[in-house]
């Protein structure tokens, strides 16, 4: 195992998951210096460094030790272990945690006129995918067999093309398949952004820094839907805005030294808080609500 004193990160130079993932690692309390040529973020705040690549790239960087970690799509890192376990019998590299953004799902799409019955008609054709690895397992699991016709992009087109019937295929909105005349039908793998890696177990100065690395991360994460509740109530009003607040909500109350009968309300809701709760707890006393963001949080 190589030995270093700083944490490597593979993060995507540009793409869905580019913006979104340094901007978990602010979030964090991270900061970078980039380099003149933008390929490589020297970590200023901490001792952690992002390698910005293409996002095919970033398992096999992992894989060969280049790099310690890496923000990646789940559907790239599930394609790239298979392809590695099918060359070498085992792949050590893993899902150390979800980080809830870049969702999306790699389906099988048929034109919109043919009904959907099961995998089994899929038997014998020809289907169309950037993800051969993912498609032969999910064919090998339903025991079906077809020609796997592997395209680098623009997959959603090779049926226009004649070069497949079916395709294999990324699916956000389903709007780039609607454009093309063709409809999701079953679902292979739901993706998002992930952090992988492929060995943890560091006995030098990476193992505090990944640590704390990852207790920032699960502080970030713990709090991304969470709001902060505040409200002006009466006290003869308590109960029943008690009754009022979202079931998971965590609530204190303080009192005024000036007036007892006067009370502040402060709640913390994991859920998304919509009008008509702000509303309902209105209606039952409740005045001057405020919701706010929580960043983070270190229990």
């Not at 959603?156 to 398949?177: F, H, M, N, Q």
């Not at 820094?209 to 409200?231: I, N, P, S, Y």
């Not at 009466?234 to 079931?247: F, G, I, N, Q, T």
Request: charged share 25%; net charge negative.
């Amino acid at each position: 195992m190589k030995t270093r004193d700083r944490l490597r990160i593979a993060v995507q130079k540009s793409g869905r998951l580019a913006d979104a993932s340094q901007q978990l690692l602010a979030q964090c309390g991270f900061r970078f210096r980039q380099s003149r040529d933008k390929l490589f973020c020297f970590g200023e705040t901490h001792a952690v460094d992002l390698l910005l690549v293409r996002d095919d790239d970033i398992p096999g960087l992992i894989a060969e030790g280049t790099c310690d970690l890496g923000f990646v799509g789940r559907n790239v890192l599930a394609e790239q272990r298979l392809a590695q376990v099918a060359e070498a019998g085992s792949s050590a590299l893993c899902e150390v945690r979800a980080l809830g953004f870049g969702g999306c799902r790699l389906a099988i799409a048929v034109p919109q006129e043919e009904p959907w019955v099961g995998p089994e008609q899929l038997q014998g054709r020809k289907i169309a995918t950037s993800y051969p690895a993912l498609l032969a397992n999910y064919l090998r699991e339903n025991r079906v067999q077809a020609d796997i016709v592997v395209l680098s992009g623009s997959v959603e087109i090779a049926p226009k093309l004649g070069k497949a019937e079916v395709i294999c295929d990324l699916v956000s909105s389903g709007a780039t398949l609607a454009a093309n005349q063709l409809k999701e039908t079953a679902v292979i793998l739901k993706s998002e952004a992930v952090l992988a890696a492929a060995d943890l177990d560091f006995v030098d100065e990476r193992a505090p820094v990944l640590d704390l690395l990852l207790r920032r991360l699960d502080g970030v994460m713990a709090v991304r839907e969470t709001k902060l509740l505040l409200m002006q109530l009466a006290r003869a009003d308590l109960s029943e805005v008690k009754l009022a607040l979202p079931k998971d909500a965590m609530a204190s109350v303080l009192s005024s030294d000036e007036d007892r009968d006067e009370l502040c309300l402060q709640a913390v809701v994991r859920s998304a808080l919509d009008w008509a709760e702000l509303e309902r707890l209105k209606g039952a006393g409740a005045r001057n609500l405020m919701v706010l963001p929580v960043e983070r949080m270190l229990a």
